[in-house]
């Protein structure tokens, strides 16, 4: 009688420790978020309420995977309708950014840089079948497809050794006949990006700029170079220009229009399928009825999240420039294909293409005193996302490591864009003559007013916004490789103004 009362205490002292282990633990409670009871079966059937809610959470997933997947195409389709629909360009036609920092500022445009003179042009390879591009000595360009991907480089680190010369762009299913004197490339879509980024000293600016491209800068149909009839933009007196793609059920119209004007060979049979899946289908109308919009609204929200959490808190292991310090690569991994070994790494691929523009080897390849490389950060050296309330110093050791010039620019966070923050340019750079330490080192100064002294060394920011910085090495040097050369990370920092 004793023993079995014992044990009647035990089963009862076990079955309370159980109720209060299943009450405290949340991997064993059960909300309705997370019960399985939330999709109904009947003998082994999905219900139409469980039907119905799957189908819609499959559409809003496929449509964040396409948002994610096609963002290169996105972002380069984006910068040639802003092109043609807002600049009114045609194929051969050229914008040019007039000016280093003015003007920029009044562009939506993914990361900028405030020190070249830039000259944009897109070709139509649907409309004539072979474009001949003529381009400047002494400049960094590129020709990209459709989907932001590389084609050639052009000028210091393209096959031109930087002395100018002619390319010829052909589509890979161009069969006409191909002359002699042209370095050639073939290409998969129709319309191709290119874009040359000169040095003012060798320019000019504003009328001058102009004409240095005008003479240099030329684009025209194989064997017609006597009817040039392209036309030369000063970029910079344009407003309200927006070159980045839609972040909302837009996005989708966009790729639409994409799939209707490219061959279907400039995609895989996956991306057309998925694309289908979700109504967009070439030689169809474009025509989603409600559900479906609210399913592109549900699905490229949830995607930009993704793509904004993926940017500034990625967890790929190799983002780290330096191990000591937070400072990240663009092109994580190094490689402009986003490739690691046999494998496409997705999300170094969607961090790239949500935050910058341009694909070329020149930009990752170890290319000493001819290419360009990208510190970017986002944190400072606590890891606390950069704000603009506060204020910041960022130490440049001695012997920066840029052949051409170095330049530090802020963008803010959401727009990717530089920064407005009132000034000519959001940036400092080597071309400025900052004042320079005793030992050959340089400070800035981040903050919404400059430290006392240290206005020509400063860059204004936005109290309560985000921002986010770019250290440029326009043709870096081998300090910077070796990482003998590295930036102090941006401190938090106390000012008297």
Same mark, same amino acid.
């Given at each position: 009688?004793?023993?079995? @009362?014992?044990?009647?205490? &035990? =089963?009862?002292? =076990?079955?309370?420790?159980?109720?209060?282990?299943?009450?405290?633990?949340?991997?064993?409670?059960?909300?309705?978020?997370?019960?399985?009871? *939330?999709?109904?079966?009947?003998?082994?059937?999905?219900?139409?309420?469980?039907?119905? *809610?799957? /189908?819609?959470?499959?559409?809003?997933?496929?449509?964040?995977?396409?948002?994610?997947?096609?963002?290169?195409?996105?972002?380069?389709?984006?910068?040639?309708?802003?092109? +043609?629909?807002?600049?009114?360009?045609?194929?051969?036609?050229?914008?040019?950014?007039?000016?280093?920092?003015?003007?920029?500022?009044? !562009? $939506?445009?993914?990361?900028?840089?405030?020190?070249?003179?830039?000259?944009?042009?897109?070709?139509?390879?649907?409309?004539?079948?072979?474009?001949?591009?003529?381009?400047?000595?002494?400049?960094?360009? +590129?020709?990209?497809?459709?989907?932001?991907?590389?084609?050639?480089?052009?000028?210091?680190?393209?096959?031109?050794?930087?002395?100018?010369?002619?390319?010829?762009?052909?589509?890979?299913?161009?069969?006409? $006949?191909?002359?002699?004197?042209? &370095?050639?490339?073939?290409?998969?879509?129709?319309?191709?990006?290119?874009?040359?980024?000169?040095?003012?000293?060798?320019?000019?600016?504003?009328?001058?700029?102009?004409?240095?491209?005008?003479?240099?800068?030329?684009?025209?149909? =194989?064997?017609?170079?006597?009817?040039?009839?392209?036309?030369?933009?000063?970029?910079?007196?344009?407003?309200? +220009?927006?070159?980045? !793609?839609? @972040?909302?059920?837009?996005?989708?119209?966009?790729?639409?229009?994409?799939?209707?004007?490219?061959?279907?060979?400039?995609?895989?049979?996956?991306?057309?399928?998925?694309?289908?899946?979700?109504?967009?289908?070439?030689?169809?109308?474009?025509?989603?009825?409600?559900?479906?919009?609210?399913?592109?609204?549900?699905?490229?929200?949830?995607?930009?999240?993704?793509?904004?959490?993926?940017?500034?808190?990625?967890?790929?292991?190799?983002?780290?420039?330096?191990?000591?310090?937070?400072?990240?690569?663009?092109?994580?991994?190094?490689?402009?294909?986003?490739?690691?070994?046999?494998?496409?790494?997705?999300?170094?691929?969607?961090?790239?293409?949500?935050?910058?523009?341009?694909?070329?080897?020149?930009?990752?390849?170890?290319?000493?005193?001819?290419?360009?490389?990208?510190?970017?950060?986002?944190?400072?050296?606590?890891?606390?996302?950069?704000?603009?309330?506060?204020?910041?110093?960022?130490?440049?050791?001695?012997?920066?490591?840029?052949?051409? /010039?170095?330049?530090?620019?802020?963008?803010?966070?959401?727009?990717?864009?530089?920064?407005?923050?009132?000034?000519?340019?959001?940036?400092?750079?080597?071309?400025?003559?900052?004042?320079?330490?005793?030992?050959?080192?340089?400070? =800035?100064?981040?903050?919404?007013?400059?430290?006392?002294?240290?206005?020509?060394?400063? $860059?204004?920011?936005?109290?309560?916004?985000?921002?986010?910085?770019? +250290?440029?090495?326009?043709?870096?040097?081998?300090?910077? /490789?070796?990482?003998?050369?590295?930036?102090?990370?941006?401190?938090?920092?106390?000012? @008297?103004?």
């Amino acid at each position: 009688m004793k023993k079995s @009362r014992l044990n009647y205490v &035990f =089963l009862l002292a =076990l079955m309370l420790i159980i109720v209060l282990v299943s009450s405290c633990s949340p991997s064993m409670r059960t909300t309705p978020e997370n019960e399985i009871s *939330k999709y109904k079966f009947v003998g082994g059937y999905p219900t139409q309420t469980t039907i119905d *809610k799957t /189908f819609d959470e499959l559409d809003i997933q496929r449509v964040s995977q396409i948002y994610l997947e096609f963002m290169p195409l996105a972002s380069q389709q984006a910068l040639f309708k802003s092109h +043609i629909e807002e600049s009114g360009m045609n194929t051969g036609d050229v914008a040019v950014f007039t000016e280093t920092g003015a003007g920029k500022v009044n !562009h $939506i445009g993914l990361t900028y840089n405030t020190e070249s003179i830039y000259a944009t042009a897109y070709i139509d390879l649907k409309i004539v079948g072979a474009y001949v591009v003529e381009t400047p000595p002494n400049v960094l360009g +590129i020709v990209n497809d459709g989907w932001m991907r590389f084609v050639t480089d052009l000028g210091n680190a393209g096959p031109d050794k930087g002395e100018g010369g002619k390319y010829l762009i052909v589509h890979n299913d161009y069969d006409g $006949i191909i002359p002699e004197g042209y &370095f050639v490339y073939k290409t998969p879509t129709y319309r191709n990006w290119v874009m040359v980024r000169g040095f003012e000293n060798l320019t000019g600016s504003g009328n001058d700029a102009i004409e240095y491209y005008q003479q240099n800068f030329k684009l025209y149909p =194989l064997g017609h170079q006597s009817e040039i009839k392209n036309r030369y933009f000063n970029y910079s007196v344009e407003k309200n +220009i927006n070159t980045t !793609h839609p @972040r909302n059920e837009s996005y989708m119209k966009l790729i639409h229009e994409t799939v209707q004007y490219e061959p279907s060979s400039a995609f895989t049979a996956y991306e057309l399928g998925l694309l289908k899946s979700l109504g967009i289908e070439k030689g169809k109308d474009f025509n989603p009825d409600h559900r479906t919009m609210d399913i592109y609204k549900r699905g490229i929200e949830r995607g930009d999240a993704m793509a904004k959490a993926n940017a500034y808190a990625n967890r790929l292991h190799d983002a780290k420039v330096y191990e000591d310090r937070q400072y990240e690569h663009l092109f994580i991994g190094g490689s402009h294909e986003f490739m690691n070994d046999d494998v496409l790494n997705l999300d170094a691929r969607t961090l790239f293409h949500y935050e910058a523009i341009v694909i070329t080897p020149a930009m990752t390849n170890k290319m000493i005193g001819i290419g360009s490389q990208y510190v970017s950060g986002y944190r400072d050296n606590k890891g606390d996302f950069l704000m603009g309330e506060n204020n910041y110093k960022l130490h440049l050791p001695a012997g920066i490591p840029a052949k051409d /010039f170095w330049s530090v620019t802020l963008y803010h966070p959401d727009t990717r864009s530089l920064l407005e923050n009132g000034m000519i340019k959001p940036s400092i750079n080597s071309y400025d003559k900052p004042e320079v330490n005793e030992d050959g080192s340089v400070d =800035l100064y981040f903050g919404p007013k400059a430290p006392i002294g240290k206005e020509k060394n400063w $860059i204004k920011t936005i109290p309560g916004e985000g921002w986010m910085t770019l +250290i440029r090495l326009y043709g870096p040097l081998e300090p910077y /490789f070796d990482q003998s050369w590295k930036p102090n990370d941006i401190e938090k920092i106390q000012t @008297r103004n």
